[in-house]
């Protein structure tokens, strides 16, 4: 039996893997505050993201290491840093906002405001601080998908816009400032000077994540987005029919010529199961997001269920991921927040390590 030391502590947790990243978790500075109080051992684990996907994982290796070293209780604290993907640049417009997050379809209909919003707040729950940017300038749904109404207000010395917050996200869009029912009739420069306004002219606030809904096409919007800020990824959500496929693939393709990297894929739609039978309806096809992410090289980040529970909350502002009882899609779209938040980490381990060479003149 090895005597309890904090040197012994962390002898033990440099065999705990940070799964993701691929590297110890002492290695990457996750172990802090370590306190030994006879046999029992307490210390924090600090996560690289709040919506970690492995955590139990992670908690199960390092009790277990401690345990070895004759610990009779261990105690862990959980806390999280979410870290910059993207490098920061000289004149940013949003230097207090970490990560910026596209999502993306290339075509309407598919479920990319709904992956979204669900997104959004599901990081949010996880305990991450969260803004929602509806990009969608002549389409917007967000306000109505989220249960928020009103209008912003000016930030404390005028200069600024607050957005308005539902569910744990901040949250800012074009409908908020027009009359309900009142159509959105601009060409493309207005379409670009609104999205650049929302990034510059809002008072976002310190956040982890700002996930912009973007309209399909690929077009102002898209290429306003990725000229004003480096964003630090995109989702690309289609549903498993070709149609839609040919056209994420346009997407993917002007997300290459704008060197923005892709963080995954996200079907939707993939199958209805009556609530009744338990039969399997695959209405749209099936597997043609996998197989479109196999060929492209893409991460898979998962498939999300037709659920009449995400229509319904969709329609009263209660998203699936906030429901009292939450369904397949829910779990799906919980799921597909954790693979985000763990890509976005892999990227910020990625972009940390390359600094110092960045750095060297």
Not at 79 to 93: H, K, L, N, W
Not at 124 to 134: E, F, N, P, S, Y
Not at 340 to 357: D, W
Request: with cysteine; aromatic share 4%.
């Amino acid at each position: 039996m090895t005597a309890l030391s904090e040197a012994a502590i962390l002898d033990a947790l440099r065999r705990v893997q940070e799964p993701e990243l691929g590297r110890d978790i002492v290695t990457l500075e996750m172990v802090k505050s370590i306190a030994i109080d006879g046999s029992s051992v307490a210390f924090t684990i600090e996560l690289t993201t709040p919506a970690c996907p492995l955590k139990d994982e992670i908690e199960a290796n390092a009790r277990r290491e401690i345990l070895a070293l004759g610990a009779s209780d261990v105690a862990i604290t959980w806390g999280a840093t979410v870290r910059r993907a993207a490098p920061r640049t000289a004149e940013q417009i949003l230097p207090n906002v970490k990560n910026v997050i596209a999502v993306a379809s290339g075509k309407g209909g598919v479920g990319k405001s709904t992956v979204s919003v669900n997104l959004a707040v599901a990081l949010a729950q996880a305990g991450a601080a969260v803004g929602l940017l509806d990009a969608d300038i002549t389409g917007p749904n967000i306000p109505m998908m989220l249960g928020v109404e009103g209008q912003p207000g000016p930030s404390a010395d005028g200069k600024k816009i607050l957005p308005l917050a539902r569910h744990g996200v901040k949250v800012i869009s074009i409908q908020f400032f027009v009359a309900e029912g009142q159509p959105i009739v601009w060409r493309g420069p207005l379409v670009g000077g609104a999205i650049q306004q929302f990034l510059r002219d809002v008072e976002w606030g310190d956040l982890d994540y700002l996930i912009v809904d973007l309209p399909p096409g690929t077009s102002d919007a898209q290429l306003t987005l990725a000229q004003s800020v480096p964003l630090g990824g995109a989702v690309l959500v289609t549903t498993p029919q070709d149609v839609a496929l040919s056209d994420v693939g346009k997407a993917l393709a002007m997300f290459k010529r704008l060197s923005v990297p892709i963080l995954g894929l996200v079907e939707n739609m993939t199958a209805f199961v009556c609530p009744h039978c338990g039969e399997v309806t695959e209405i749209f096809g099936r597997g043609g997001g996998e197989r479109f992410s196999r060929e492209h090289g893409l991460d898979f980040l998962g498939g999300i269920p037709l659920d009449v529970t995400v229509r319904q909350g969709g329609d009263v502002g209660v998203p699936a991921v906030a429901q009292r009882e939450p369904g397949p899609a829910a779990r799906a779209l919980t799921a597909v927040a954790g693979a985000v938040a763990a890509r976005m980490s892999v990227r910020a381990a990625g972009a940390e390590a390359a600094q110092p060479l960045l750095s060297i003149s």
